[in-house]
């Protein structure tokens, strides 16, 4: 089943199903192709944002099941038969492969579709349809992100973006793709007239985007995300990826970490943040077309990775250690990190129907 919320906090005593079921104005959908997850946006005819999401994964059904698709069907378990086989897909695939000690497969990986999964293109497609669902009207937009070229991994952006934008174009709609960082400056940058510094902390990379006025003034990407963190919380714990992942998503506060585990979290995070920073400020120096800021500028981290506790304020403290050459107001995190990408691209999509 996919996820499904409204990101409206007025609108929460509405039922968020009946919300989504009401006709969708032709103003384009939001759409975050995340390493992780999936989640589509889409205003629907009382103005509220309706959110879906769903894991980016999917899970083969071995062949030694005997499966009762009707049974399948009843229990809301989506599955696809794709070349004889049968997949389950996005959250579902998580739940049985945890139930039968199996792992999940992923249609990309470090943001990008993975070189290493041959059916990694028709089960993205497959999900993807069952988020966007059919276009209102032929040719409905749907703005969708796509990672900056990263600083540290050969990626071929091109690739990328070409073939999810020729899935959504299959679905019936107009695709547009858009960076990932940019769309989080539509989403939580209004009131500082789009200027700012946005990062988008993710499953598989981190995406950053300086902007002034709306306009990207620089943008990249780095290739470590909350993957990176899993693994080598994983390694160094002699513990499975999936418990690394456990241990990070549950209560940890970077300030207090309350076990070895944590502590171990608590450091690749750091490692990360520097990462990142020493590359913002290496960028920086290097690019002159970055525009002087003379007024302080507002820093905001968006994604899952951003969601443990105590992630601003280590952000902030790494961040004075580094000097940026631009005064700083402050870091925040976006109002609903999880989904701010995703309303950020609709948010786009509603500009460029204006014109
Ligand atoms: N409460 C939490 N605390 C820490 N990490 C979390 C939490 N919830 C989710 N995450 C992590 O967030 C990451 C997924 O975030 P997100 O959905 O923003 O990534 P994505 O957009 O799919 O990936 P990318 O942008 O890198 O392609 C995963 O690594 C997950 O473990
Ligand atoms: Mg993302």
Redo the contacts with the bound molecule.
Sequence with gaps: MTNEMLSNPSASATNAQNAADQPALALGRGL????????SSVQNAHGEIVVKSER?AFLELPSEFTVNKAMLTKLSVPYVNWENRLYVLGDSSFELANLFSKDVRRP?C??FLSPHEKDAIPMLRFMLERLLGKPSQPGEPVHFCV?APSIDQENDTIYHEGIVSGLVQKLGFTPHAMN?AHAVVFSELEEQDFTGITV????????VCVAYKSIPALTFSVGR???W??EHVAKVMGVTTARA?AI??GD?DLRHPKSREEEAVVLYYRSLIEYVLANLKQRFEVTHDVPQFTQPVDVVV????S??GGFTEVFAEELRKVDLSIPINGVRRAED??TS?ARGCLINAQFSSEG
């Design positions: 975050d192709v995340g390493t992780a997850n999936l989640v980016n990309m470090d943001g990672p990932e988008s902390c993710g499953g598989g990379m981190f995406n995300g909350g993957d963190i899993d992942t990070k998503e940890v968006a994604g899952g990775t969601l443990v990190a999880f990408v």
